[in-house]
């Protein structure tokens, strides 16, 4: 790695100083685009296993300039965050709470460096934040997104009612091996067990079929609202955009089953510039070298050779 790391800070339009780390190239060309890596949630500016700090050394490599700042009442970052309730929290930042300050740092961005063209990334809220903000702002190229939520959370969210297949299938083979612990019977025994979700994963009517995902879409959902019409407003602009998953993640089974399946003759029919790429038993954040190196090459291809810009 052979770049210049800045720190420093930037006044969003409510006032508040932003915290921001960025990496500049030295003897590389610098490409047309800076790359924003956006924060997943209450992980800031690094994100878990300092994630962002890695993809940030390997995406200077390749001559982008890269940002990592913290969102306002996150990391150094002056602001506060009202909600008592993490899940509270998430279900602002799947609404768009962070758009703005993502505004406010590509228009810094650009006085700094000149460069009004911008790939967005991030893992999870980051990921969202960053769709959402495409839809906002025409200097957003591209999208990086890993592991996008398509659903709300909420403190007032019953978790076992839209569990998806994919969910429900690990959760019963979970406690099927559970069978013969003991400790998994005295936590049954002494009502320490959730009775609601292990009755719904062991006695479940027939699977839905994929027909009958594509008709259940309905109002009584937890999909998130603004996330088919930011989606579509993309491929309509044809940006650019690469969904990387990761396998053992619930994420992925949500964004099939409530998103992909439910529109998957709408999407078929899309000559659009988006990517689906899923790194097998991965968890949400890659922790394991192996996920991690994956999830990379996947980004970098889809720079080099897919995406144009630069």
Not at 135 to 153: H, T
Request: aromatic residues 12%; negative net charge; contains cysteine.
């Amino acid at each position: 790695m052979d770049s210049t790391i800045e720190t420093e800070t930037f006044e969003n339009r409510n006032g508040e100083l932003l915290f921001v780390i960025t990496h500049v190239p030295n003897h590389v060309a610098q490409k047309d685009a800076v790359i924003l890596l956006l924060s997943p949630g209450v992980k800031m500016r690094v994100a878990p296993h300092r994630l962002y700090n890695k993809m940030a050394d390997e995406f200077v490599n390749e001559g982008y300039i890269v940002a990592r700042f913290d969102f306002s009442g996150l990391g150094d970052s002056e602001g506060e965050i009202e909600e008592d309730l993490l899940a509270d929290f998430y279900n602002t930042v799947q609404f768009g709470r962070y758009v703005k300050d993502t505004v406010d740092a590509m228009d810094w961005a650009e006085r700094k460096y000149g460069k009004n063209k911008f790939i967005l990334a991030g893992l999870c809220g980051g990921a969202i934040t960053g769709l959402l903000t495409g839809q906002a702002d025409e200097r957003v190229e591209a999208l990086l997104s890993l592991n996008i939520p398509v659903i709300l959370d909420g403190s007032n969210q019953d978790k076992t009612k839209y569990l998806t297949e994919g969910q429900l299938d690990r959760l019963k083979k979970n406690y099927l091996k559970r069978l013969f612990n003991v400790n998994s019977w005295l936590r049954f025994l002494t009502f320490k067990s959730d009775y609601k979700l292990l009755l719904k994963s062991l006695i479940r009517k027939n699977k839905k079929s994929d027909n009958d995902k594509q008709q259940d879409n309905s109002a009584d959902s937890n999909l998130n609202p603004l996330f088919e019409p930011a989606f579509m407003y993309w491929i309509e602009k044809s940006k650019n955009m690469l969904l990387i998953f990761s396998g053992s993640d619930r994420l992925t089974w949500e964004y099939n089953e409530k998103f992909a399946i439910p529109n998957q003759d709408k999407l078929a029919a899309i000559n659009g510039r988006f990517e689906v790429r899923v790194v097998d038993e991965a968890n949400h954040i890659f922790s394991y070298k192996s996920w991690y190196e994956e999830m990379m090459k996947l980004s970098l291809q889809w720079l080099k050779n897919d995406y144009k810009l630069g």
